[in-house]
């Protein structure tokens, strides 16, 4: 079964309307790397169940899906509440914040959790953004 995505099948958003997804940090983090290698998977949205806990990682590297990531730092973990499929150019609000938009997903902790990897002008950890825990976390189409 070919992958439409990696295939060149699907050239434009096919997300005509979509949920918000709703959530709270869970864990704070303060890590930076100036050289980490991750590489984003080719597909731009992923499926979020609730419940599911994920990694969120702030890059101020012009990515996209498919491309490879060095320079991160560690927003947080945040537990799904509600919800739905994010993806890459969903903009990404903690605690009433636009943090940046999501540049893509990374799957090399899975099955653990998936790093969402956001772009943003400026590279902050989360204890730099003094975000805490239980903060709300919403994702949702840009246009939205």
């Known amino acids: 079964m070919?992958?439409?995505?990696?295939?060149?099948?699907?050239?434009?958003?096919?997300?005509?309307?979509?949920?918000?997804?709703?959530g709270r940090i869970v864990a704070v983090l303060s890590n930076r790397f100036d050289n980490r290698g991750i590489i984003l998977m080719?597909?731009?949205?992923?499926?979020?169940l609730k419940n599911e806990i994920h990694e969120l990682l702030?890059?101020?590297?012009?990515?996209?899906?498919?491309?490879?990531?060095?320079?991160?730092?560690?927003l947080g973990f945040f537990e799904i509440g509600v919800?739905?499929?994010?993806l890459a150019g969903d903009t990404v609000n903690v605690s009433g914040q636009?943090?940046?938009?999501?540049?893509?997903f990374n799957d090399t902790?899975?099955?653990?959790?998936?790093?969402?990897?956001?772009?943003?002008?400026?590279?902050?950890?989360?204890?730099?953004?003094d975000i805490e825990l239980q903060d709300a976390v919403i994702v949702r189409k840009e246009n939205a």
């Open 98 to 104: 636009t943090v940046g938009t999501v540049a893509g």
């Open 58 to 74: 702030l890059t101020d590297e012009n990515v996209s899906p498919g491309d490879t990531v060095n320079r991160i730092c560690g």
């Open 42 to 48: 080719p597909q731009p949205s992923r499926a979020f």
């Open 109 to 129: 902790h899975m099955p653990n959790h998936l790093n969402i990897v956001i772009h943003s002008l400026v590279r902050k950890t989360g204890a730099a953004l």
């Open 83 to 86: 919800p739905g499929i994010i």
């Open 2 to 22: 070919t992958d439409p995505y990696i295939a060149g099948m699907i050239s434009t958003d096919p997300f005509h309307k979509k949920q918000v997804v709703e």
